[in-house]
């Protein structure tokens, strides 16, 4: 099946620093891929759409310059949250879909874990 | 809009016992379902998914689920839990079209007992 990695695992920064997540996919392209985020026990909530060749694509209430999210080519895409705070630690997961032909199958990478203290 | 309900946060069964998971979906076009497993700190795994073919849907490690359009259900069946079956399923909802934008349930927390 499809694979989608994520880099680093597990960071932990001090507060005021930014923190850059790599989210690749190894044997397909990915036009788009997807940012998450998940807090303990719940379920992920969607980020932002990220689009190679283009801007990202952010949900409501997600700070743009504060998650910065670059496609820069067909298998990678980076998330880096800028001047992060504690309240930015979670759990950041991405996904990418294959984009066979009526197939909305997502492979997700294995997530993030950012601890900012 | 589409959206999607799991119906239980937590289940807990007894290994060696069926699992019923259950899910239902609101969507006003044709959707895709999944269900995803997480277990702690890793990523989501595909368990199955339906796509406007089959409406019994075989995954791995046994789970299958069955589309049913009139009770608008995609509820996920295990005919005999096992301790490595402990962790949190999602459903997830899409549609063509959507530009791939997923929906996710609550999520469900399955324990497994001996």
């Known amino acids: 099946g499809a694979v989608v990695s994520q880099h680093p695992s597990w960071v932990i920064c001090k507060s005021g620093t930014s923190v850059k997540i790599e989210c690749r996919s190894l044997d397909f392209q990915a036009t788009t891929m997807f940012w998450y985020r998940q807090f303990p026990k719940q379920s992920l909530m969607l980020m932002a759409t990220s689009n190679e060749g283009s801007k990202a694509t952010y949900e409501q209430g997600v700070e743009k310059d504060k998650f910065l999210i670059n496609h820069a080519s067909l298998t990678l895409s980076t998330l880096t949250v800028t001047s992060a705070h504690p309240e930015d630690s979670s759990f950041y997961i991405c996904?990418?879909?294959?984009?066979?032909?009526?197939?909305?199958?997502?492979?997700f990478g294995p997530g993030t874990r950012l601890l900012v203290l | 809009a589409q959206s999607v309900t799991q119906l239980d946060s937590h289940v807990s069964v007894s290994e060696g016992t069926p699992v019923l998971l259950r899910c239902n979906y609101s969507?006003?076009?044709?959707?895709?379902l999944f269900w995803y497993v997480q277990h702690p700190n890793k990523g989501l795994q595909l368990l199955l998914k339906y796509t406007s073919a089959a409406t019994l849907v075989k995954g791995i490690n046994g789970f299958e689920a069955e589309f049913k359009k009139s009770e608008t259900s995609f509820h996920l069946t295990k005919p005999s839990a096992h301790m490595s079956d402990a962790a949190e399923y999602f459903c997830?909802?899409?549609?063509?079209?959507?530009?791939?934008?997923?929906?996710f349930g609550t999520g469900t927390q399955l324990k497994v007992e001996l």
């Open positions: 997830v909802v899409s549609y063509t079209g959507g530009g791939n934008k997923l929906t």
């Open positions: 969507s006003s076009y044709s959707p895709s």
């Open positions: 996904s990418a879909p294959t984009q066979l032909a009526g197939d909305e199958t997502q492979y």
